[in-house]
């Protein structure tokens, strides 16, 4: 509750701030970038479904995960994240349903569930530091976007060349923060167990990389298509920089469904590119009400399909 309270707090602070006529701005967002971003929402909630599916599988070594499932388990939990703190219902929450459905071991469901969002953190952390350097104005746009591409290709080259020994370096970073997390007050009871290193077949790490990559442009793409709904005047490229940063942002994001974090991330990155303020707080209202309907309405559908399915 607490945390909720924190979460309300800080949003509610930036619509207090910015006032009601600036609010009045969501009456009239334009449809089409509106139908854009939820179909980047469906891109995002597939490229999940696809990585997680296959880390599953790999991990297991036969088909233990399909990819309606797999999909369908990150919705429910996406969805619950939105009362709850991240780490609760996306790494606990998926991995508890592993366990349950699929006759996984808890280690084994872990494994996966934090393999899945380990990409995540990969890809956020090698695209935050030139999009910092970006919006500090150390680098053109230019230079930024051609770090962003050699960082990824070398990483990318990496995983396809080395992806044993990279395992065996990321499972020790893991347990080596959880032990050390485990000793910190307030942390220990929001850790998982200690995880063994994992064996995958070749090629599968530089494709859940891949994967990784489209899910962090869909996500760029739709936080743009939210900008044009507003008709907001702001380069593409500002999204590009910012969604990084603004990912970044839920690893300390101890509210619900990092609510008023994010926003308050990409308040700091808008502004700092020169976006009005009577723009940037509808811009946020916007992009947490309409991920809030695109996430509901896919739920929906995926527990429709699922039940046709099994009938």
Same mark, same amino acid.
């Given at each position: 509750m607490?945390?909720?309270? $924190?979460g309300?707090?800080?949003?509610?602070?930036?619509?207090?701030?910015a006032g009601?006529?600036?609010?009045?701005?969501?009456?009239?967002l *334009?449809?089409?970038?509106?139908?854009?971003?939820?179909a980047?929402t469906?891109? /995002?909630?597939?490229?999940?479904g =696809?990585?997680w #599916?296959m880390?599953a599988?790999?991990?297991m070594g036969?088909?233990v995960l399909g990819?309606?499932?797999?999909c369908?388990?990150?919705?429910w939990n996406?969805?619950?994240?939105?009362v709850?703190?991240k780490d609760?219902?996306?790494?606990a929450? #998926?991995t508890l349903l592993?366990?349950?459905?699929?006759a996984?071991?808890?280690?084994?469901?872990a494994?996966s569930?934090?393999?899945?969002?380990?990409?995540?953190v990969?890809t956020?952390?090698l695209c935050a530091?030139?999009a910092?350097?970006f919006?500090?104005d150390?680098?053109t746009e230019? +230079?930024a976007l051609?770090?962003?591409?050699?960082?990824?290709l070398?990483s990318y080259?990496?995983l396809?060349?080395a992806?044993?020994h990279i395992?065996?370096?990321?499972t020790?970073?893991?347990?080596?923060?959880?032990?050390?997390?485990h000793r910190?007050?307030?942390? %220990? %009871? *929001? +850790?998982? !167990?200690?995880v063994e *290193?994992p064996h995958?077949?070749?090629? +599968?790490?530089?494709?859940a990389f891949?994967?990784s990559?489209i899910?962090?442009l869909?996500i760029?793409? #739709?936080?743009?298509?939210?900008?044009?709904?507003l !008709?907001m005047?702001?380069?593409?490229?500002v999204?590009? =920089?910012?969604?990084?940063i603004?990912?970044?942002?839920?690893?300390?994001? $101890?509210t619900?469904?990092g609510l008023g974090i994010? !926003?308050?991330?990409w308040?700091?990155?808008l502004? %700092?590119s020169? /976006?009005?303020?009577s723009?940037?707080?509808?811009f946020l209202? !916007?992009?947490?009400?309409?991920? =809030?309907?695109?996430?509901g309405?896919l739920t929906?559908c995926?527990e429709a399909?699922?039940s046709?399915i099994s009938q």
């Open positions: 607490l945390r909720m309270a $924190l309300l707090a800080l949003f509610g602070g930036l619509l207090a701030w009601l006529d600036a609010l009045r701005k969501l009456a009239y *334009r449809p089409w970038p509106v139908l854009a971003a939820f980047c469906l891109v /995002i909630v597939a490229s999940i =696809m990585r #599916r880390l599988n790999a991990l036969r088909p990819w309606l499932d797999s369908r388990y990150f919705l996406r969805a619950l994240g939105f709850v703190p609760v219902s996306d790494i929450g #998926r592993l366990t349950s459905r699929h996984l071991s808890l280690q084994q469901a494994t569930v934090l393999l899945d969002r380990g990409f995540d990969l956020m952390l530091g030139p910092l350097l919006l500090s150390a680098v230019d +230079t051609f770090l962003m591409g050699v960082l990824v070398i080259a990496l396809q060349l992806s044993d395992l065996a370096f990321a020790s970073l893991y347990n080596a923060i959880r032990a050390l997390a910190l007050p307030g942390l %220990h %009871h *929001r +850790t998982l !167990e200690q *290193r995958l077949p070749q090629q +599968t790490l530089s494709r891949l994967l990559v899910k962090l869909a760029s793409l #739709r936080f743009t298509c939210f900008a044009q709904a !008709e005047s702001a380069s593409p490229l999204f590009i =920089m910012g969604t990084p603004a990912q970044l942002s839920f690893l300390f994001a $101890l619900p469904g994010l !926003e308050a991330t308040y700091g990155v502004l %700092h020169g /976006i009005s303020r723009l940037i707080v509808p209202v !916007e992009q947490r009400v309409l991920t =809030m309907v695109f996430v309405v929906a995926g399909l699922g046709r």
